[in-house]
């Protein structure tokens, strides 16, 4: 609405009499207050950025030092062992406010305190830093913790103790660690040695070995250089090669979705449901800005980096011919939406007040209640944003560089995030084996023009009132995107509510302006390109094979019982179905986490170990004792938790080896080891999706407020995609992808009668019964 006022605050028209000018005041009121609120922004980012900047000190701390200092030298003693009379002397004698004695002591004893403070914070964070470079309380069994780790928890606990704000722990962090060349090829070697024969495995180890002793030394150098240098020696280069320079598609290649709660529904009415949510989301940024949030600790004080966070809202990828661009913004205050082909701007505040659920509903709905048709070439605008990046860069260039179309693609690209109104219906039905998986393809890829896929995240609105995200990969990883669902979900069923009928709680003002209408003028040559991205976006979404169910027999509660990690029993329960599945084992990736260190995003596990390997031939064969299997599954448990407890503390294999590849290219270097490491395909991708960062509430005791998570497609075109949330007790939730142009995907069992592409006939459905049999046996 400002906008709107803005545009006619001040005119003018030239007459014969002369110049005739005409403000309107409540535009100018809007303007005023406008201006306000961007300045109580810069003040607020200017104060958090002190306190930010002396955790763990504070400035009631610095007055106590201060009055510490002077008490004491009203009382005959020198705290300061002379350096306050030395400061003294060396203040400038003459006129002003160093005058009189009293002025120029106490003066000196406030500096002499800000030298002793300022210390006290450096010494603090430095402390901090070591005591957070300890890792060895990961490695240890539960219920057997050292008294080392036990007096390190009481002193990181003691430095920690004040309340932080979300990035008061950031420098306090230490920086991830360059693993050692022998270290790692070691592990590289033990990881693939299930997948190879002995001469395979042979060759693997004379790569290895000439890679270690010729080309890696002169390579580390360059990494450690590196790392003295970056905060951080992997995200940057990561973030750009894995993500930023990738060309392929983002849709199904690179973004991935989350899901909505599905055992519960707060109300049908979908204009309501989503003026709750976006008010909620702009909750969450207000609180981002003002950095509110708690960090996420492990242990209830071990801080987790977050970085990340910096450029969930405001953010757009904007692609590139060579490579794409993160672009962030300080603020935004509108939202774009799409809705049957067409484009809309909704204004977030009127004025420098946050609009209220009630009116983002009624803005919502008038854009639901709209009659209008697209614009030629509008409805299907979005699918450049799904096909080749070349090709939408190519297109953005020639055809959106001026006039009204440059304006509405700002428009978009500088939303706070994009918002897609469905006329479709998407809910989990547990009698509809089906359901949940239609659910998940619709917010993986929709019809291919109805998301933005460059948008930091698209929020999907479902007629019937259900939501979903689908989110851009390159600016965060999936942990990041969970914690501001949690909160939006959580304030949503919690803290706004409903009322009887199903709307939000309040009265809207119908004196808003209601939606602008984003105006578009695209040329036959650019619907042209249009289509041709489209084509490209729907063949692979029509490839994409999704299975999403629940598995009901057991969950955690089961699992921990028999003092096992819920994460290592499904890594080893998916190597053998996809041993059942295939006969033979692959290379297994499965998403941790290096956010310990500064800016640090993800690492590999390297799932498929000797020891999973050996338990599953033994659950395949079938004659082995029930003792004998359980030994060689508490094995396989352990080796995987050690593994991923070496990711967690940098001293994983992966990201080392892609940075050492990265630092040979632009040396020129070639290695025939690192290429050949660097193209295994991954044919099982797996993740975990995190849960209960933030408790907004008791989930005992609302057992059925749980999401099912979110997915993604499958990483090599022959492989599986697997997503899975530990959701409760007794619960877990499955999202499993494939290809149905692959026949290495194609499952081996079938049911009677069912359909070739139907995924609840997929052999991938054997673990919702056949683990429950393999758990008896075990």
Not at 565 to 579: E, G, N, R, T, Y
Not at 717 to 744: L, P, Q, R
Request: with cysteine; aromatic share 12%; hydrophobic share 40%.
């Amino acid at each position: 609405m400002a906008e709107a006022h803005q545009a006619v605050a001040f005119q003018f028209t030239v007459t014969p009499d002369g110049v005739d000018f005409q403000l309107s005041r409540e535009a100018l009121k809007h303007v005023y207050l406008s201006g306000i609120n961007s300045w109580k922004k810069r003040l607020i980012r200017i104060k958090n950025g002190i306190l930010r900047g002396v955790y763990p000190g504070s400035p009631t701390s610095w007055l106590v030092v201060i009055m510490a200092t002077v008490g004491s030298s009203y009382c005959n003693v020198d705290i300061s062992m002379g350096l306050v009379c030395h400061i003294q002397r060396c203040l400038p004698e003459g006129c002003g406010p160093y005058q009189t004695p009293q002025t120029r002591a106490l003066l000196s004893m406030a500096i002499f305190s800000t030298g002793v403070w300022m210390t006290g914070i450096f010494f603090f964070r430095q402390t901090l830093k070591l005591l957070l470079s300890y890792h060895g309380w990961m490695f240890e069994m539960h219920g057997q913790t050292s008294h080392f780790t036990k007096v390190w928890a009481i002193c990181v606990r003691l430095l920690s103790s004040r309340r932080p704000m979300l990035y008061s722990f950031q420098t306090s962090l230490p920086k991830l660690p360059v693993p050692s060349v022998p270290a790692t090829i070691q592990r590289y070697l033990e990881s693939v040695r299930p997948l190879l024969d002995n001469e395979e495995y042979y060759r693997m180890e004379m790569l290895a070995k000439e890679f270690q002793d010729k080309t890696a030394p002169r390579l580390q150098k360059y990494l450690v250089l590196k790392s003295w240098w970056a905060t951080n020696y992997v995200s940057d280069w990561w973030e750009e090669y894995i993500y930023l320079r990738g060309r392929t598609p983002l849709v199904v290649n690179s973004n991935y979705y989350v899901m909505d709660f599905v055992l519960v529904k707060n109300t049908d009415v979908q204009a309501a449901r989503l003026g709750n949510i976006v008010h909620a989301m702009i909750m969450y940024r207000r609180k981002l800005d003002r950095e509110e949030i708690k960090p996420v600790m492990a242990l209830g004080m071990v801080p987790m980096c977050s970085y990340q966070m910096e450029r969930m809202f405001n953010t757009t990828r904007i692609p590139g011919k060579k490579t794409d661009v993160l672009q962030h913004l300080s603020d935004s205050r509108h939202v774009a939406v799409y809705h049957k082909g067409r484009f809309f701007k909704v204004w977030l505040y009127e004025g420098s007040r946050l609009l209220k659920p009630r009116d983002l509903e009624m803005q919502f709905q008038r854009i639901l209640d709209d009659p209008s048709l697209p614009q030629p070439g509008e409805e299907r605008l979005a699918a450049l944003t799904a096909g080749g990046r070349v090709e939408w860069a190519q297109a953005r260039q020639a055809f959106f560089g001026s006039g009204k179309n440059k304006a509405s693609l700002d428009a978009i690209e500088r939303a706070a995030f994009f918002v897609a109104l469905d006329e479709e219906s998407h809910h989990y039905d547990p009698e509809d084996e089906a359901s949940l998986s239609l659910y998940g393809k619709a917010l993986l890829h929709g019809n291919c023009y109805n998301r933005w896929f460059d948008k930091s995240f698209t929020l999907i609105s479902f007629k019937n009132g259900h939501v979903g995200l689908n989110t851009e990969h390159a600016w965060a990883d999936a942990p990041i995107i969970g914690h501001l669902w949690e909160f939006v979900l959580g304030t949503d069923t919690f803290h706004l509510g409903y009322t009887e009928a199903g709307h939000c709680i309040g009265k809207s003002n119908s004196m808003l302006a209601p939606p602008q209408r984003l105006q578009w003028d695209i040329p036959d040559q650019c619907q042209a390109v249009i289509e041709s991205s489209y084509q490209v976006a729907k063949a692979l979404a029509d490839d994409v094979e999704l299975y999403c169910f629940q598995f009901l027999p057991f969950g955690k509660g089961l699992i921990k019982k028999c003092r096992t990690s819920p994460d290592a029993f499904v890594q080893i329960a998916l190597q053998l179905a996809h041993f059942r599945d295939r006969g033979r084992f692959c290379l297994t990736y499965e998403a941790s986490m290096t956010r310990m260190f500064r800016e640090g995003r993800t690492e590999t596990v390297r799932s498929c170990t000797s020891e999973s390997t050996a338990f599953v031939q033994a659950m395949v064969e079938g004659t082995h004792m029930k003792a004998h299997l359980q030994n060689l599954f508490r094995k396989a448990s352990e080796k995987h938790q050690n593994m991923y407890r070496l990711a967690m503390t940098g001293s994983g294999i992966d990201r080392h080896l892609f940075c050492l590849y990265v630092v040979s290219k632009y040396l020129g270097v070639s290695s025939p080891f690192l290429a050949e490491v660097l193209s295994e395909p991954w044919r099982l991708s797996t993740s975990q999706i995190a849960q209960f960062q933030i408790r907004m509430f008791d989930p005992d005791q609302y057992p059925n407020h749980l999401g099912p998570g979110g997915g993604f497609g499958p990483v090599a075109d022959d492989g599986y995609g697997v997503s899975y949330m530990i959701a409760g007790e007794n619960t877990i939730f499955f999202h499993v992808s494939s290809k149905f142009s692959s026949s290495e995907t194609v499952c081996l069992f079938w049911i009677p009668g069912a359909d070739l592409h139907d995924s609840s006939a997929m052999l991938w459905r054997q673990p919702a019964y056949k683990v429950e049999e393999d758990w008896h046996r075990c």
